[in-house]
């Protein structure tokens, strides 16, 4: 009996010594962890929920080192499943990258676009301060932001871009200074007709530059007094209508304007072409959007060879590049 006993006390203690070392050798091997789910898909081991914070929280900052504006979120709220891993799980995996996966970004551009340049910056006191910068520089300019979310930062303006881009805005909308020169008066008439009948209907809304040349000698109001726009050209370059119309004047006009013609387009719209060295059409002739009017001179008062184009809105001069910006 006695002997029976003392077998199963010593068998007791030898299980109880195998499981000992099954169990030290278990947590030495294995070590508790939290396997983390994030929108039910698995992420990675974390010692404890209170790392998966502190990793989190580091790659909040890494994204507001970028952008202090930014938002950074998960898609979910982030499970935890008790669980016991080898150590070199622990270290081989990466949890700062398994997380950087999952984290969502939100960041707010602010694009600012102007005179047809654009530049996107971060904050939108940058926007504004050169929408100020370009104001104190250009009358009525027009500059408007929108505000963009987007997932990445992408082409943001640098402070030196955005510099150029305003400096060349500046630059191209400068108001045109005039070198006045003393006009002279040159003769070369043409006999004046008048057409005061019905004017026809335009047949289309086509419009057309009237000269070869894009370069502007005088701008609208350059000099006071000075109703049109001058465009360069030799003399005898051909000068184009601007837009259907009828002709109501061609000839010579003492006012200063030289040979000069004049187009009705209806509704109270009527353009001058001034100074023509000669004149190809007559008074009550139908013209289309294009047409050869006659050629570039000095006639009149002119201070060398040019179109003075004007334009009249109910009898009233008016500025004529709205109707040039609107050429084909």
């Known amino acids: 009996m006695l002997s029976t006993l003392k077998f199963v006390l010593f068998t007791a203690m030898s299980i109880a010594m195998i499981f000992t070392a099954v169990y030290l050798t278990v947590l030495n091997t294995y070590k508790p962890a939290v396997k983390t789910y994030i929108n039910g898909e698995f992420v990675g081991y974390f010692t404890d929920e209170q790392q998966f914070d502190e990793v989190y929280n580091d790659l909040v900052a890494e994204k507001q ?35 950087r996966a999952e984290i969502k970004t939100e960041y707010t551009i602010y694009d600012l676009v102007v005179d047809g340049e654009e530049m996107k910056f971060t904050a939108e006191e940058q926007a504004e301060d050169y929408i100020e910068k370009l104001k104190a520089e250009i009358d009525n300019v027009d500059a408007k932001i929108t505000v963009e979310k987007v997932s990445e930062l992408e082409g943001i303006t640098s402070t030196d871009r955005a510099d150029d881009i305003l400096a060349s805005v500046i630059d191209r909308n400068k108001p045109v200074e005039p070198v006045y020169e003393e006009p002279v008066y040159v003769s070369n008439q043409y006999a004046a007709s008048v057409y005061t009948g019905a004017v026809a209907a335009v047949a289309d809304g086509t419009k057309c530059w009237p000269t070869v040349s894009h370069t502007v000698n005088c701008d609208y109001w350059g000099y006071y007094g000075h109703n049109g726009i001058d465009l360069a050209g030799s003399s005898g370059t051909p000068i184009y209508a601007y837009m259907g119309g009828t002709v109501v004047f061609a000839g010579w006009d003492s006012s200063g304007y030289g040979n000069c013609v004049k187009i009705n387009h209806g509704n109270g719209l009527v353009t001058i072409y001034a100074h023509q060295s000669a004149i190809y059409v007559s008074a009550g002739q139908v013209v289309n959007a294009g047409d050869t009017l006659g050629g570039i001179g000095m006639t009149g008062w002119a201070t060398g060879n040019h179109l003075h184009f004007e334009v009249k809105l109910n009898g009233v001069s008016v500025n004529p590049w709205p109707y040039l910006n609107a050429c084909n």
């Open 65 to 99: 080192s970028i952008d202090e504006n930014v938002k950074v979120y998960l898609e979910s709220e982030p499970t935890f499943e008790q669980s016991y891993i080898k150590d070199s799980v622990l270290e081989e995996q990466n949890v700062y990258t398994n997380l």
